[in-house]
Every structure is written in structure tokens, then in C-alpha cells.
């Protein structure tokens, strides 16, 4: 009886962790997920800037409307002031774009000039 009581307490310890490192691989898997970006949200985001940003970009400096967002006095300096930023624009310009193409908007500025730590929402 002896033999299969530690045999059952050595099985139930392996399955206790084997279950906890099971739960906490869900934990980082969905961890990592909310580091990441939607890299749709942030092709469709690159397709609004094209579209709509470009146009007064191009107004503010024709030779190079990028420059707005990596010249030395750029006024956005945090991932904060970057979604700021594009609120505002979307509201001066009366874009009517939605929540999820601000976001996506957002991402694809930071993946592609600024490259700010992203924030949680």
C-alpha cells in the first residue's frame, strides 16, 4: 500500500505541475499577444496616412512631409501624445474615422517613425 500512495502523490505532484506550467504558458502566450500589434490594423492604418495625413503633410513641407515626424522639434514625444495627436487631427480635419482605424493609425506611426514602448489601452 505503501508503494501506491508515493506513486500516487509522485503522479499528483508531476500533474500539479505540469498543469501549473501549462496555465502559466496561456498567461504569457496572452501577454505577448497584447504586446504585439495587429500588423492588419497597422496596413490599414499606412493606407489611411497615405490617403488623408499625406495631403497636409505634403502642404506643411512638399519636400519632405515625413519630416514632420522626425524633425529635432516634433511635438509628439510619448506613445500618450502620439494617440493625442492623431485625435486631433481626426477632429481639426473632420476625418470621421473610427476607434479601431485611430489605432491602427497610431500603431503604424509608431512602428514606422517614433517607436515608443506601446501602452496598454
Not at 486631433?88 to 517614433?114: A, H, P, T, W
Request: overall charge positive; proline content about 1%; hydrophobic content about 35%.
Amino acid at each position: 500500500m505503501k508503494k501506491t500512495s508515493w506513486f500516487f502523490c509522485s503522479f499528483l505532484l508531476v500533474s500539479t505541475n505540469l498543469a501549473y506550467a501549462a496555465d502559466k504558458e496561456a498567461v504569457n502566450t496572452v501577454n505577448n499577444t497584447k504586446a504585439t500589434v495587429n500588423t492588419e490594423a497597422v496596413e490599414k492604418g499606412k493606407a489611411l496616412h497615405e490617403k488623408h495625413c499625406m495631403a497636409c503633410h505634403i502642404r506643411m513641407n512638399k519636400d519632405a512631409p515625413n519630416e514632420i515626424y522626425t524633425r529635432n522639434n516634433h511635438k509628439v514625444k510619448s506613445w500618450n501624445s502620439l494617440q493625442t495627436q492623431v485625435h486631433r487631427c481626426n477632429s481639426q480635419l473632420d476625418l470621421s474615422f473610427f476607434d479601431d482605424e485611430i489605432k491602427g493609425l497610431v500603431d503604424y506611426l509608431n512602428q514606422e517613425f517614433y517607436k515608443f514602448e506601446k501602452k496598454s489601452n
